[in-house]
């Protein structure tokens, strides 16, 4: 097989076009998902009742089950629900409604927010213990102390691993094109189709993903840079 080097080009230009998609889904779900993993992190560490039951389930059925079942569950089955409550309330209000990127969305959201919760608990966890108590010894709330003194210094802890999610996250993007939804691989597809030269197109494809994470590892390490100019003590 000859490799055709000039289409490799041809191809990568194309894909320009894709990229903003591709980070899209990449930033919402990664944003959406640390909230849900922040949230699902405090419940379980504090034990709250029901709530704590609840994300540990959450947990561990989304970190047992593929990216893709998520992504095609949501796809076939909150269409049925919209469509079943919208008809209850008489809203009127179509699933058809909600453009193919949405579903992509909410299912990698749910997907980063159960692998979010595990590595920012175990951030919180590496905080010593004492120093909340120290803030409790001065007047502090529970909700002021993780805020100001226990959060910060378990994100510095988690940076690393928080990298890891998003350059996860931004290489599962590219199972948005099971919904239709035109990512840099589904691009890659298409622009290979019209001469059959598949190989080329995901070579184009593989170098913009590379180049994404390597700047997503760079901007990690600059901003880890940064976070220890400020730590002197650590979390120990």
Same mark, same amino acid.
């Given at each position: 097989?000859k490799?055709?080097v000039a289409f490799?080009?041809?191809?990568f230009?194309h894909?320009?076009?894709?990229i903003p998609t591709?980070?899209l889904?990449?930033?919402v779900?990664?944003?959406?998902? %640390? #909230?849900?993993?922040? $949230?699902?992190a405090v419940v379980?560490i504090?034990? *709250?009742p029901?709530l &704590?039951?609840?994300?540990?389930?959450?947990?561990?059925?989304?970190r047992?089950?593929?990216?893709?079942t998520?992504?095609?569950?949501?796809y076939?089955g909150?269409p049925?629900?919209?469509?079943?409550v919208?008809a209850?309330?008489g809203?009127?209000?179509?699933?058809s409604s909600?453009?193919?990127i949405?579903?992509a %969305? #909410?299912s990698?959201? $749910?997907t980063?927010?159960?692998y979010?919760?595990? *590595?920012?608990?175990? &951030?919180?966890?590496a905080?010593?213990r004492g120093?909340?108590?120290a803030?409790?010894s001065?007047?502090?709330?529970t909700?002021?102390?993780?805020?100001?003194?226990?959060l910060p210094?378990?994100?510095?802890?988690s940076?690393?691993?928080l990298s890891n999610?998003?350059?996860?996250?931004?290489h599962?993007?590219?199972?948005?094109?099971?919904?239709?939804?035109v990512d840099i691989?589904?691009?890659?597809?298409i622009v290979a189709?019209t001469n059959?030269k598949?190989f080329e197109a995901?070579?184009a494809?593989?170098a913009?993903f590379?180049?994404?994470t390597?700047l997503i590892e760079?901007l990690?390490?600059?901003?880890?840079k940064?976070?220890?100019?400020?730590n002197?003590g650590?979390?120990?």
């Amino acid at each position: 097989m000859k490799i055709d080097v000039a289409f490799i080009w041809t191809a990568f230009v194309h894909l320009l076009s894709a990229i903003p998609t591709t980070l899209l889904i990449t930033a919402v779900s990664v944003t959406v998902g %640390f #909230i849900i993993g922040l $949230i699902g992190a405090v419940v379980r560490i504090y034990k *709250v009742p029901v709530l &704590g039951q609840i994300a540990t389930a959450y947990v561990t059925f989304i970190r047992g089950t593929p990216m893709l079942t998520h992504l095609l569950l949501i796809y076939f089955g909150l269409p049925v629900i919209v469509d079943a409550v919208s008809a209850a309330l008489g809203l009127g209000f179509k699933s058809s409604s909600i453009p193919m990127i949405g579903f992509a %969305f #909410i299912s990698f959201s $749910i997907t980063a927010g159960a692998y979010m919760s595990e *590595v920012i608990r175990s &951030g919180l966890l590496a905080v010593n213990r004492g120093q909340l108590e120290a803030a409790y010894s001065i007047g502090m709330t529970t909700p002021q102390a993780l805020r100001r003194i226990v959060l910060p210094q378990a994100l510095a802890v988690s940076l690393p691993n928080l990298s890891n999610s998003v350059i996860g996250m931004l290489h599962g993007s590219t199972l948005a094109f099971t919904v239709s939804v035109v990512d840099i691989n589904a691009k890659a597809q298409i622009v290979a189709s019209t001469n059959w030269k598949f190989f080329e197109a995901y070579l184009a494809a593989a170098a913009i993903f590379w180049g994404l994470t390597l700047l997503i590892e760079r901007l990690t390490a600059l901003l880890e840079k940064r976070i220890n100019l400020y730590n002197r003590g650590g979390v120990a």
